[in-house]
């Protein structure tokens, strides 16, 4: 197959590569060997989406049609500069979280079930990635089934009987929150007979009047907002992220909330366009007191958690409040700074949990006591941590400090001062739930028969993939022209229709 | 009202079953009658579906000069989909709850809380 041949499929080669390793996984059923072949696998779908964005920076946006059927009777993709650039932040943390994820699934998983771990988490990534290219409602769906169906699995395979009960409850909320989704496609077909997103955008103008449509509208964005754990509807979130295996988490929150956000604002800016959801159906006077809402509280609560998992869990949901408050601001600042704060959350996070992986597999628990004296037994993994959470507070010079300046630029903008105070506010939050982990590391001894022998530096293959991304997150700080400049060109691509 | 009410009797049906399920799904402790509200609340959505492509008097979608009303075969296929996931859902959940249940030794929400937070106290 020629290059060109490549490039032109490029949209459903995202799909198919992981789709394709999931089976391949299950039939080699070796461990080693199924982690060699997933590892390749999330680093060539990398490498699609790294040729995606390329295309889309080059070319503009494009559409893809699956199987030659033209929309909207066939099921197309549809790239521009914001799902590109979702899917580049998806495949790159799944990128970076398998190679680590070899030694920490043997320490936590059981020998003969870890190959089912790799093919979860394949058919994980291959949902992710769909919900993010394609162009029909009824097709993130699916693709949203398929994530999440893998993701209860995950979640699952945790470590002790709470992991099957957060994946229960996780489960059961999910469903809900997906079957909402259908309930609203479905009222918007009935009304429009189309289920292609750009179709519909053109059919809704029309009909905004409609209770059929505004119902739609409810339902769909309820059932999104579920997914992606805006508070108050988070509480699945905290046990999920807590309960399974720490590579897992580290790959879910860098990836599940951010598509299930991505999804939540395609459908609010493209499919309904910005007028029909800020001005008939004013959704911002819900969103940013609900996203405010859960900045303040899920940090404060993140400053009592004991339980690191659980803390970094409940930050998250914190995190997601920043970026939908950034599209609560419907403004080209707010916007980007959202979709920025999507790209170095994922940095900052990922970076996190994979730390933590480091101290699970070394130490075992992770709780604020357990990290007494830490700091001079890994102190690489600690530093990484410590770095990490600086960029999750937004220190200057780091990645999280450029999203946090579009968010507060965005609300001064519209004269919001008390939004901006906040933001601001909510980053000393972070400094102390952050920094209550870094003083027991550092500077409460260690308790005598305390940490286990074993705890020492963790090995090496976890180390590099730690700080590449803590590396990344000093990068993206000080030289924001590749995440910021892609997130203003998808800011600008969803606001297309408003001015 | 009645009217409408009449002739419209299987989106009735549709929202009973939407919140008996939903009900079900909140205000039931056992994990598995949370499962089965679950499947009472999808099943509504299929109903839904299933009604939004159905024209009263019409056909099967084939391609023929005697009929000119077809029912629309969209919806049916679309549902078909959401079935196959519904199935895959409550298998995985039903997975989920063996595994609970060996877990705990008891499928009654509030007692596995009890366990949890005896756990907790015990632990801290």
């Known amino acids: 197959m020629s290059a060109t041949a490549v490039m032109a499929h490029l949209p459903a080669l995202a799909v198919v590569v992981p789709l394709m390793t999931a089976p391949l996984t299950v039939l080699v059923n070796r461990p080693a060997l199924v982690w060699r072949l997933a590892t390749l696998s999330c680093l060539l779908t990398f490498a699609v989406a790294v040729g995606l964005l390329a295309r889309v920076l080059e070319l503009g946006p494009f559409v893809y049609e699956i199987g030659g059927w033209a929309a909207p009777w066939g099921i197309e993709y549809r790239i521009d500069a914001f799902n590109a650039y979702v899917v580049l932040v998806v495949t790159g943390v799944s990128a970076v979280a398998m190679p680590f994820a070899r030694r920490s699934v043997e320490r936590e998983v059981e020998r003969d079930r870890a190959y089912l771990l790799y093919c979860a988490w394949m058919l994980a990534l291959t949902g992710l990635v769909g919900i993010a290219v394609t162009g029909d409602l009824f097709n993130v769906f699916v693709f949203l089934e398929i994530s999440s169906l893998a993701t209860y699995v995950l979640v699952s395979m945790g470590r002790g009987r709470a992991a099957p009960l957060a994946a229960l409850r996780y489960l059961v909320v999910g469903t809900v929150g997906a079957t909402f989704f259908l309930i609203g496609v479905g009222l918007l077909y009935e009304m429009t007979g189309s289920l292609n997103m750009a179709d519909l955008a053109a059919r809704i103008p029309p009909i905004a009047d409609s209770r059929v449509v505004h119902a739609g509208f409810v339902f769909i964005v309820l059932g999104l907002a579920l997914k992606a754990a805006l508070f108050p509807l988070h509480a699945w979130l905290p046990g999920a992220y807590g309960a399974a295996p720490s590579a897992v988490t580290a790959f879910l929150a860098g990836t599940a909330t951010k598509v299930a956000i991505y999804a939540l604002l395609r459908v609010v800016f493209t499919v309904f366009g910005a007028r029909f959801a800020f001005g008939t159906m004013a959704f911002d006077v819900l969103l940013v007191p609900l996203a405010l809402a859960g900045i303040l509280v899920a940090s404060a609560v993140a400053v009592f958690q004991q339980d690191l998992k659980r803390m970094l869990a409940y930050s998250s949901v914190a995190q997601i409040g920043y970026m939908l408050l950034g599209a609560g601001l419907v403004s080209e600042a707010g916007l980007t700074g959202g979709i920025v704060h999507m790209f170095n959350h994922a940095l900052a996070k990922t970076a996190l949990f994979l730390a933590l992986g480091c101290i699970a597999y070394r130490v075992g628990t992770v709780t604020v006591a357990s990290m007494a004296g830490l700091g001079r037994r890994m102190p690489w993994t600690m530093a990484a941590f410590v770095l990490g959470g600086l960029s999750l507070v937004g220190v200057p010079l780091t990645a999280g400090f450029v999203s946090k300046w579009y968010l507060v630029q965005a609300a001064l903008e519209r004269d919001l001062w008390w939004v901006a105070a906040i933001v601001l506010f909510a980053s000393v939050l972070a400094l102390i739930y952050t920094g209550r982990v870094a003083e027991a590391a550092y500077f409460r001894p260690a308790v005598p028969g305390g940490l286990p022998d074993r705890a020492r530096e963790a090995p090496l293959s976890m180390l590099v993939p730690v700080w590449l991304l803590v590396g990344l997150n000093f990068y993206f700080g000080i030289d924001a022209a590749l995440s910021a400049g892609v997130a203003g060109e998808a800011a600008r691509g969803l606001l297309g229709g408003v001015s | ?124």
Do not use: C, W
């Open chain 2, 1 to 124: 009202m009645l009217e409408l009410l009449a002739l419209h009797y299987n989106y009735l049906a549709v929202v009973v079953l939407m919140m008996t399920g939903l009900y079900v799904v909140i205000a039931n402790g056992n994990l598995v009658k949370k499962v089965i509200g679950l499947n009472i609340f999808q099943t509504s959505v299929f109903i839904l579906y299933i009604s939004f492509g159905k024209r009263l008097g019409g056909t099967a979608p084939i391609l023929s000069p005697d009929f000119e009303l077809y029912s629309n075969p969209l919806p049916h296929v679309l549902i078909l989909t959401a079935i196959v996931v519904g199935v895959a859902t409550t298998a995985l959940a039903l997975a989920l709850v063996i595994r609970i249940h060996r877990g705990y030794g008891t499928l009654e929400e509030d007692e596995i809380e009890r366990i949890e937070a005896e756990e907790q106290g015990g632990a801290g």
